[in-house]
């Protein structure tokens, strides 16, 4: 894959990331990252070589966490503090664990190279993710060490099961 084409994918998903927190932050409103979230999953699908391995491994990931997600807010294990809500999380986690899954089909396919990096960065930058929504005031974590050992052990095994299963399928 061209070097222009990960820096334009990675560019999609910063940018999405930050209009979803920054539309909250700046405008209490939902729809810059919906919107803009909505438009980069688009245009990376068009532009995705193969569709059916795209579709894939972007629903895969973005169910699973999506999921995760939802269960640890309906634990109180943390909460979200935004404008409008879909289920127990913030809408624009519709477009954005979907559009940080497109990630994992044109960028990250590198790491299948240097599994325990991956597995290291994994374990280390999700939680730390999550964690900078507090200092912003979009996150409440109600029990911290309990977050943070989920996130590790989730963030690990997302990692894990992408490298060993989801990116050895092949779709012809």
Known sequence: ????????????????????????????????????????????????????????????????????????????IYNFDVSLYFGFLPIWMLVLWPSFSILFDEVFVFLTNYKFLALFLSGSLGPLTYYSGVPLGLIEMNQLYLFIFLMIIFWVSLMYLYLNYLIKFKFD
């Open 1 to 76: 894959m061209s070097k222009i084409k990960i820096i334009l994918i990675l560019s999609g998903y910063q940018l999405t990331w930050l209009m979803c927190i920054f539309g909250e932050l700046i405008y209490n409103s939902f729809l810059p990252g919906l919107i803009f979230g909505l438009g980069f999953f688009l245009l990376s699908f068009l532009n995705s070589n193969n569709k059916k391995k795209f579709t894939f491994i972007v629903l895969s990931i973005a169910i699973i966490g999506y999921i995760f997600d939802s269960i640890l807010v309906f634990l109180k």
